[in-house]
Nanobody
């Protein structure tokens, strides 16, 4: 019923920048929190950043000051601007959204994107 499509991953040198995008589509009434998680090889998936419907952001300590999250409510899209990238930022980045569906707006459903690879290496 809802699809999240991520884009913007790739290979970048240390100190470089990338911008991730995630567009939600489908039978959407509204979206509460949107966010980004990442999973590095051999590690558990971890929270990177979230943003509420009111535009209030939150960040993991490891990315504070380097990453900026934003969203476009009209487009149901969330962005992650990643600056000063480090090799330890290498991971698959997943978009997550807490969605209220048309017809059942009192329930919140959790959706994930398919993931986009970010590799930071010289």
């Amino acid at each position: 019923q809802v699809r999240l499509v991520e884009s913007g991953g790739g290979l970048v040198q240390p100190g470089g920048s990338l911008r991730l995008s995630c567009a939600a589509s489908g039978s959407i009434f509204s979206i509460d929190v949107m966010g980004w998680y990442r999973q590095a090889p051999g590690k558990e998936r971890e929270l990177v950043s979230t943003i509420t419907s009111a535009g209030i952001p939150g960040y993991a300590d490891s990315v504070k000051g380097r990453f900026t999250i934003s969203r476009d409510g009209a487009k149901n899209t969330v962005y992650l601007q990643m600056n000063s990238l480090k090799p330890e930022d290498t991971a698959v980045y997943y978009c997550n959204s807490a969605v209220r569906l048309r017809g059942t707006p009192t329930y919140v459903y959790n959706y994930w994107g398919q993931g986009t690879q970010v590799t930071v290496s010289s």
